[in-house]
């Protein structure tokens, strides 16, 4: 059937334009097209060799951004042999290889790692163990070779040596579900010179109270399940100068100590069930405690409430010393409130005690919710009488706030993203 002059006329245009756009792209110095390769999965960088001739040779001359889970063992081999690297991104995950080739993965594994495509990696992204592998697998020695040259690296399910590793350019590290003791974990963050965000989940292998002293992070992120007899019970931030954030994500119960940490803006979340804080000589005795030897009067600090019915046990002792203590803190949020008297009370406390408070930030567990219910909530909390007179108070449904303890898929990226000032924070214009 013959095309209407109309549409021919329109496809000519339509081809025209394609090649048009075509041409422009091609005319891009090799260099820029092979930044824009190398940032292509595997498969989509390979196939621009078929584009055209002039497209033919940049995916081998293009740093290679190489996710080895999912090829085919054949196909694996086949990639590193045609690539003389080097490598920009390698991410392998044991996890989400077909069961029937796991023999074959973990046979070829020591030598993929040794291939000349994978020569000087920036970004890594290793998860050697499957999920019910206790204790997870050795790190394989040939990764040490990627080491010197890593800025972004993440291992997870894993055991580390008992050696020194030394990441000279590294400025985001993750450790998740890694085995590895309290001397190689110092040597390691001791071999990070140039390190600013840290993550921390899940791990265990060394005793549980860990002292963390760097010079450059600005960043720490810390998980552990509760009721683990190798988990975490304190964390202690003995001297870290440059740290601005200290992000204790769900689930973690831990006595936590910052010593010196003078340009710290950021700390939560802090559940509403730790009945133990130390505001710099002021210590409320409990369970679990926050302490913060040298309080920064910057510090913005997230709280979590608890569900309808807990109660404050810390608040409840220390009720009759409302107004006696001076607590130094600028910014505090209290997620989850719901304005019930437990939550009252624990709110009332940093409401009479604050004295330099800039800001206070109510999210709110109940949507509906209106003037007259604020109103209430004003006298209960007395903020009539409150230590500070220039703190403002906020109240938000939570429908408006977003991320403020978001899941866990957000979490590596509220520890490592430092463009952001609070990085719970998401509020709609």
């Known amino acids: ?177 890694v085995r590895i003791s309290e001397t190689s974990l110092h040597a390691l963050l001791a071999g990070c010179s140039v390190l600013e965000s840290l993550l921390l989940d899940n791990n265990n292998g060394f005793l549980p109270r860990l002292q963390i002293v760097s010079t450059s992070l600005r960043s720490i992120g810390v998980r552990c399940y509760p009721l683990r007899d190798d988990n975490l019970w304190q964390l202690i931030i003995q001297d870290a100068p440059c740290l601005e954030r200290l992000l204790v994500f769900q689930y973690s119960e831990m006595d936590i100590s910052v010593t010196s940490a003078p340009r710290l803006k950021i700390l939560g979340r802090i559940s509403s069930k730790f009945p133990r804080l130390q505001f710099g000589t002021t210590t409320f005795q409990g369970t679990s405690m926050v302490s913060l030897t040298t309080v920064v009067h910057s510090v913005k600090l997230y709280i979590q409430t608890d569900e309808l019915g807990e109660k404050n046990t810390w608040c409840r002792k220390y009720r009759n010393l409302i107004g006696t203590f001076d607590i130094r803190l600028k910014k505090i949020v209290v997620s989850c409130y719901r304005g019930n008297k437990s939550h009252v009370n624990f709110a009332k406390f940093f409401v009479s005690n604050a004295t330099v408070l800039e800001s206070m930030r109510f999210e709110l567990q109940d949507r509906n919710i209106n003037s007259v219910w604020i109103e209430r909530q004003h006298r209960l909390l007395q903020i009539e009488n409150r230590a500070s007179r220039d703190a403002q108070f906020y109240f938000v449904s939570r429908n408006k706030s977003i991320g403020s303890f978001s899941s866990l898929q957000a979490w590596p990226e509220q ?3 430092l463009s952001t000032a609070d990085p719970f924070e998401r509020i709609y214009n």
């Open 415 to 417: 520890v490592h993203d």
């Open 1 to 177: 059937m013959e095309m209407a002059p109309g549409a021919k006329r329109r496809r000519l245009g339509e081809d025209e334009e394609e090649e048009l756009v075509d041409d422009r792209i091609s005319r891009l110095p090799d260099g820029v097209l092979g930044d824009i390769v190398s940032l292509l999965p595997t498969k989509d960088g390979a196939r621009t060799q078929v584009l055209s001739s002039r497209w033919r040779h940049l995916w081998r001359a293009a740093p290679l951004n190489f996710h080895l889970s999912g090829h085919p063992v054949a196909d694996v081999s086949r990639i590193l042999a045609a690539h003389p690297g080097p490598c920009r991104r390698f991410s392998f995950n044991m996890d989400r290889v077909r069961y029937k080739d796991y023999p074959a993965v973990n046979a070829n594994l020591d030598s993929w790692l040794r291939s000349p495509a994978l020569n000087n990696p920036q970004e890594l992204d290793f998860v050697l163990g499957r999920t019910l592998d206790n204790p997870p697998p050795l790190l394989p020695a040939p990764v040490r070779r990627f080491l010197p040259t890593l800025r972004v690296a993440s291992f997870e399910r894993c055991s580390f040596p008992d050696s020194a590793l030394h990441l000279p350019l590294l400025e985001q590290l993750s450790l998740v579900r």
